[in-house]
């Protein structure tokens, strides 16, 4: 079975730019979540989509969107990049069921904003 | 908001010893899921081993076990007979029951060293 595929697995962008960050979730699996990784922040929760809705929202700026298509892939989208978006950015999908716990990550994407 | 809290950025431990990782957390909620993720250098997270906060006994995978202490919102690690593989950043993680949201909130994270 394979497992979370994020793509690219690096990026480098210039400030001003956008990006958009794809993450082909575990088949069967509904939910997907998306995380971004820094040195400073830690893990902070950016959204989850469920069924092509966006189930929850972490607290980021606008400039940050996502989306999910019907198979359950879903892509990120970051506008206007900052030097401070620079960051790994990791995606996690589940079955999204009550009870269901696991989680399972990709490898994440590196961008760096230059 | 619920919080995460590792208070030891970096721990180290020699090879077939054991070792403890410290997490707190805090939360209104009464049930919930605790989690442990390992992140080696491939920055791939795995998950350790998973406590639902209904459940009393310790949950146990293999070499790993944790002692959960819900009235004092304490969830540690402890592994036992480090290995060599086992070193990498560990994260401690919460999700709520309620909302059926995926959400993790997840703290700063210890880095493990194993020594030979």
């Known amino acids: 079975k394979a497992g979370v595929t994020q793509t690219p697995r690096y990026l480098i962008k210039t400030r001003g730019q956008q990006v958009t960050l794809s993450c082909s979730p575990i088949?069967?699996?509904?939910?997907v979540s998306w995380y971004q990784q820094t040195p400073g922040q830690g893990l902070q929760f950016l959204f989850e989509?469920?069924?092509?809705?966006?189930?929850n929202k972490g607290n980021f700026p606008g400039r940050f969107s996502g989306r999910q298509f019907s198979n359950s892939r879903s892509e990120m989208n970051v506008s206007t990049l900052e030097l401070g978006d620079s960051a790994l950015y990791l995606c996690?999908?589940?079955?999204?069921?009550?009870?269901?716990?696991?989680?399972?990550f990709g490898q994440g994407t590196r961008l760096t904003v230059v | 908001a619920q919080t995460v809290t590792q208070s030891q950025p970096e721990m180290s431990v020699q090879e077939a010893e054991t070792v403890t990782l410290s997490c707190t957390y805090d939360?209104?909620?009464?049930?919930?899921?605790l989690f442990w993720y390992k992140q080696p250098p491939s920055r791939q997270m795995i998950l350790v081993i998973r406590?639902?906060?209904?459940?009393?006994q310790n949950a146990t995978e293999n070499r790993f076990s944790v002692n959960f202490q819900k009235a004092a919102k304490s969830f540690s690690l402890k592994i036992s007979d480090s290995q060599l593989g086992d070193a990498a950043m560990y994260f401690c993680?919460?999700?709520?029951?309620?909302?059926?949201?995926?959400?993790?909130?997840f703290g700063k994270g210890t880095k493990l060293t194993v020594n030979p």
């Open positions: 996690a999908s589940s079955l999204g069921r009550v009870g269901n716990t696991e989680a399972f």
């Open positions: 406590q639902e906060a209904y459940k009393q």
């Open positions: 939360t209104s909620e009464s049930d919930y899921y």
């Open positions: 088949s069967g699996h509904r939910s």
């Open positions: 993680a919460y999700r709520e029951t309620q909302g059926g949201s995926e959400k993790l909130v």
């Open positions: 989509y469920f069924s092509e809705t966006q189930r």
